[in-house]
Nanobody
Framework: VQLQASGGGLVQAGGSLRISCAASGRTFSRYAMGWFRQAPGKDLEFVTAISRSGGSTVYADSVKGRFTISRDNAKNMVYLQMTNLKPEDTAVYYC?????????????????????WGQGTQVTVSS
């Protein structure tokens, strides 16, 4: 599966931004989807993930209550709505697909479970 992230940009602290990820193929609904991010000089970190059906989500503590992941299986899209952004949210954001996810399985936070990755979109939050 090919993934294309978009929608990044520059936003002031306290602002909002929605980034998107478009997936190719006809089997999008079989994939759990996740967002990860990498800040300059730091390791890749988990942000959030959503199950195949969209019925289950999981968030990193650092974004809980501020970020919302959603998906539209009819459009092969996954979204990340980010509110109350902070300078520490500045990073390249990557969408990823867990193509072997089981339908009843909660989405994984483990990077190793995701086997397809998009190219990333830059989000910069100014103070």
């Amino acid at each position: 599966v090919q993934l294309q992230a978009s929608g990044g940009g520059l936003v002031q602290a306290g602002g909002s931004l929605r980034i998107s990820c478009a997936a190719s193929g006809r089997t999008f609904s079989r994939y759990a989807m996740g967002w990860f991010r990498q800040a300059p000089g730091k390791d890749l970190e988990f942000v959030t993930a959503i199950s195949r059906s969209g019925g289950s989500t999981v968030y990193a503590d650092s974004v809980k209550g501020r970020f919302t992941i959603s998906r539209d299986n009819a459009k092969n899209m996954v979204y990340l709505q980010m509110t109350n952004l902070k300078p520490e949210d500045t990073a390249v954001y990557y969408c990823a697909a867990h193509t072997r996810a089981i339908l009843s399985q909660p989405p994984s936070q483990r990077r190793a479970m995701y086997d397809s990755w998009g190219q990333g979109t830059q989000v910069t939050v100014s103070s």
